[in-house]
């Protein structure tokens, strides 16, 4: 039994790698970059890559080897269930749909033609997201058909950046108003050369465009809910909005008590979780109206140091485990457990 961790320092990896070097369990480092990564895979019983959607070289292959790794018997995390519809939110409302899941209500649209008409007979606010972006950015509410009819006319038109910059910079202001620091003072310079210098994800992603989606507004909302479900464990965090904004996401603000979180929403992600067959599952929850949760986002990735200071978790039946514990190491137990229903039990 063996694995292998693709290490990116501040990723996942951090800790699957101290996990095993502390608990005697055979892994290697390999590279998946380089192109003889089937080779260095071949005496590995599984790879673990924790790759991230702001990274433009994983974001081109990530998918593609991981269904050719699984094609050939291997195992992966993410696997092809958990991973398929990372960061992209187009893609997460047909899985909800598809599997009855509780989503905010989502509207996507190929056509322009079909996308005015729709405008012109919807009620306002609505929330346009690009399909690609998390921290909030590639969201904005838009007020009225007349700003919408505008979205729709770029969005079939010259399209939109992959990163909204001016977005990030309001961001970067935001964060050092808050924090106070040298890291969001440096923040806000880059945040100001951003508006002029694309970063290197942009370059090579291309514009956004041919499509059109919008979710529709839930008001009166001061905060989400982030549940994360990974082997039948679920921990939570809430997020509250900034300061005179409607969203919540890249906010900062956080809160851990166990009191804090509607177990309605952690069965609905363990659930699901299960339904989906996902190693990893984030969910974001608003309200609806009626006091209803509603999914607003799925992921299968987080940041690591935010939830280190989550104080305990939930199994399946919803018993709560009081006590810290490390996300990545229920990972690592997951795999193992894999890898052992997969051998034969003479090897």
């Known amino acids: 039994m063996k694995l292998a961790i693709h290490h990116t320092p501040g990723s996942f990896s951090d800790r699957w790698i101290d996990y095993c070097r502390n608990n005697a369990i055979p892994y290697t480092l390999v590279d998946c970059y380089r192109n003889d990564i089937m080779e260095q895979l071949k005496d590995c019983d599984a790879l673990m890559w924790h790759w991230h959607h702001g990274d433009y070289k994983a974001v081109r292959f990530a998918r593609q080897l991981t269904y050719s790794l699984e094609a050939a018997g291997k195992l992966v995390f993410p696997d092809s269930k958990t991973v398929w519809h990372f960061d992209d939110k187009v893609g997460q409302k047909y899985l909800a749909e598809a599997l009855n899941a509780p989503m905010v209500p989502s509207f996507v649209f190929y056509d322009k033609t079909q996308a005015l008409d729709w405008i012109n007979t919807t009620t306002f606010p609505k929330v346009f997201k690009l399909r690609g972006g998390a921290g909030a950015s590639n969201v904005r509410l838009v007020k009225d058909a007349a700003a919408a009819r505008k979205l729709a006319g770029k969005a079939f038109g010259r399209g939109f950046a992959a990163r909204d910059r001016f ?96 177990e309605r929403c952690v069965r609905i992600t363990l659930d699901l979780a299960e339904k989906m067959q996902a190693q ?12 209803q949760p509603l999914i607003v986002e799925m992921s299968y990735g987080f940041a690591t140091p ?42």
Not at 201 to 227: A, S
Not at 280 to 291: E, G, K, M, N, T
């Open 280 to 291: 990893s599952l984030a969910l974001d929850f608003i309200y609806d109206p009626q006091q």
């Open 306 to 347: 935010v939830y280190d200071k989550c104080t305990g978790y939930w199994d399946m039946d919803l018993n709560w485990h009081e006590g810290p514990f490390v996300p990545q190491h229920f990972m690592v137990d997951a795999m193992l457990g894999q890898i052992a229903k997969q051998k034969p039990a003479y090897t």
């Open 167 to 262: 977005n990030r910079f309001i961001d970067a202001v935001w964060r050092l108003k808050r924090d106070k620091n040298g890291a969001a003072f440096l923040g806000l310079f880059r945040g100001i050369g951003r508006i002029f210098i694309p970063t290197m994800y942009e370059k090579m992603h291309g514009r956004e465009k041919g499509y059109l989606y919008f979710q529709e507004f839930m008001p009166e909302n001061n905060f989400d809910t982030r549940i994360i479900a990974i082997n039948g464990k679920a921990f939570a965090i809430r997020r509250y909005n900034r300061e005179g904004d409607f969203r919540a996401s890249g906010s900062g603000l956080i809160g851990y008590e166990r009191k804090l979180f509607d």
